[in-house]
């Protein structure tokens, strides 16, 4: 499995506007506060990349008594990270051997990261060892088995054949984490909808999602040179555009 060098995009990746529309507030992180009212709450991002989701969550929860984490292999990710949160515990490390004591967390989420893992079953022993009983694991991602015309796959369809090798079909991620011993619930959320081209121009010259990195430049630039072709014959071209999304939240 091929993986992507964030040391190569983290100047650009907070460039994708759409990264910060969809971590917004975080439900389950509420639900949870709510079912189980306690003095102090250690949370981790895992995976946690520039610090999105935590800056975007530290001002929602500031009402509770929060210690937040994250955790990521990226010192350049980390950096631009730093430079958002002013408070925080940042940490370089691997998700697979991460540098916590057993039964530390309450809550960890893992957002659009699960498929950078190599070695996914390890990820999931190390998340289950962290985790306090009773304590949320929660995973969000896109769910790439069921869109197959995502806008990526129609100009770069290289593009799929690795994502159909980084991402895990959802029965086997609720079955490994059953398997451990969580109690899982297992959410998709699908959309089909017009897009304009000429929208999603600027995202691919970005080059900043995970999967464009990793396909060859060839195909890269001629998958570029295709949209830019389509828009220069037809400026306002459209395309159908399916898109899902799941969310796995694991009780352990």
Request: proline share 2%.
């Amino acid at each position: 499995m091929k993986a992507t060098d964030f040391s190569k995009v983290a100047e650009v990746y907070d460039n994708n506007s759409f990264r910060f529309d969809e971590l917004a507030f975080d439900i389950h992180l509420e639900g949870y506060i709510h079912g189980q009212p306690q003095q102090h709450y250690n949370v981790m991002d895992l995976a946690c990349g520039t610090g999105i989701y935590l800056d975007h969550q530290m001002g929602h929860f500031d009402a509770h008594s929060i210690e937040w984490h994250g955790v990521d292999a990226s010192e350049a990710m980390l950096g631009k990270a730093r430079e958002k949160l002013k408070r925080g515990n940042l940490v370089q490390g691997l998700a697979e051997d991460l540098p916590y004591v057993s039964n530390s967390f309450d809550f960890i989420i893992n957002n659009y990261a699960f498929h950078h893992f190599t070695r996914k079953s390890q990820v999931l022993d190390e998340v289950y060892r962290v985790l306090k009983d009773g304590g949320i694991f929660k995973t969000h991602n896109i769910n790439v088995h069921d869109m197959e015309n995502w806008w990526i796959y129609q100009y770069f369809p290289s593009a799929y054949t690795e994502d159909l090798e980084r991402f895990w079909q959802k029965q086997r991620i609720f079955r490994e984490l059953e398997d451990r011993g969580f109690k899982v619930r297992l959410e998709t959320n699908y959309q089909m909808e017009k897009l304009k081209v000429t929208d999603y121009l600027q995202l691919a010259e970005n080059r900043d999602i995970s999967v464009l990195t990793i396909i060859s430049d060839d195909d890269y630039y001629a998958g570029l040179s295709k949209m830019k072709n389509d828009l220069e014959h037809n400026p306002a071209k459209t395309m159908m555009n399916d898109f899902s999304e799941l969310v796995c939240i694991a009780e352990k």
